[in-house]
């Protein structure tokens, strides 16, 4: 696949199905003429800003005009024939934001949105989660996956530290936290950066992907994106009922740790979490465009021959 854009595209995860909201024409590609099939596909787009309602998360994501929405259909397109991945990765994808003035060919991050039905999670703790802990965890289970991707002939993946420790929003009851990757032999360390907004009974999910590079512009993203979205009247964090509604078997740290226990993250290792329990993360980086598609495939599972 060839870098058809000026800089990395970066993807994010969040779940959503949008109400049309001011349609506006896509942003033109700068640079490089795309191929006909590519040109084709940006133009076939249908762009959304302002107001855009996610029915699964009975939630609104207020955009204004420095984003817009690309719906599910529109999604998964990008996924599967602009960004060359395959079909499954693009299951249970309900949307994608990115900049205005950028393209899906032509961004520094991207969103793809999901939402996943976890149940109501605690923040009673959120003062005393002890991240440093969890990190610690997860960077001794992403090392003892290296002999074995070494000797499958893949690159050592390192879990560097926070890029941005997580950090709650109470008011906006909103969970933020970036992690830095270095991959053996190559000499940017990428990005990972998460926004979980917490519902009644689920978890809306913004997993936005770049390289450390783009820390300045993917953190004032994010904390926008943190701030974007309100549940409906009867669906929002505070809208809890312990006697009827599920509650999640885990808290803050859980989703930071990929959904378990910190005691099975160490168990099992970073990389299988992500593959069992962070499917939002995986199609984050499945789903990656261009040049930094190349680089987070070394990461997870194996290069597809002639693809890069």
């Known amino acids: 696949m060839r870098n058809w854009g000026s ?13 049309p909201a001011g349609a506006k024409d896509p942003p033109k590609a700068e640079g490089r003429a795309l191929p006909p099939a590519m040109a084709s596909l940006e133009k076939s787009l249908h762009p959304q800003t302002g107001d855009v309602r996610i029915p699964e998360a009975k939630a609104v994501m207020h955009l204004g005009d420095r984003y817009y929405f690309l719906p599910a259909a529109d999604a998964k397109r990008v996924l599967v024939e602009g960004w060359h991945n395959p079909p499954e990765t693009a299951e249970g994808v309900l949307g994608m934001v990115l900049a205005k003035d950028t393209t899906i060919f032509n961004n520094v991050w991207g969103a793809v949105i999901t939402y996943e039905d976890t149940g109501h999670v605690a923040d009673t703790d959120a003062q005393s989660q002890d991240y440093g802990t969890v990190l610690k965890g997860m960077q001794e289970g992403a090392e003892s996956q290296n002999a074995e991707r070494k000797q499958a002939g893949y690159p050592a993946m390192h879990l560097v530290g926070w890029a941005q420790p997580p950090a709650y929003d109470a008011g906006n009851h909103a969970l933020i936290w970036a992690r830095e990757l270095a991959l053996e032999g190559d000499p940017v360390n990428g990005l990972n950066y998460d926004v979980r907004m917490l519902g009644r009974t689920g978890v809306l999910s913004l997993n936005m992907l770049a390289s450390m590079k783009d820390l300045g512009d993917v953190r004032t ?13 009867g669906a929002a964090y505070t809208d809890f009922d312990a006697s009827t509604d599920k509650a999640a078997e885990y808290g803050l740290a859980g989703l930071v740790a990929g959904g378990v ?7 099992v290792g970073l990389l299988a979490i992500i593959l069992k329990f962070g499917k939002v993360i995986l199609i984050g980086l499945a789903a990656f465009g261009a040049a930094a598609l190349g680089f987070f495939r070394k990461f997870f599972g194996r290069k597809d021959e002639g693809t890069i």
Do not use: D, I, T
């Open 7 to 19: 800089s990395a595209a970066a993807l994010a995860v969040m779940l959503c199905m949008a109400v």
């Open 261 to 267: 226990a910190l005691g099975v993250a160490k168990k």
């Open 221 to 233: 993203a994010a904390q926008s994106f943190g701030k974007s979205v309100s549940f409906e009247p």
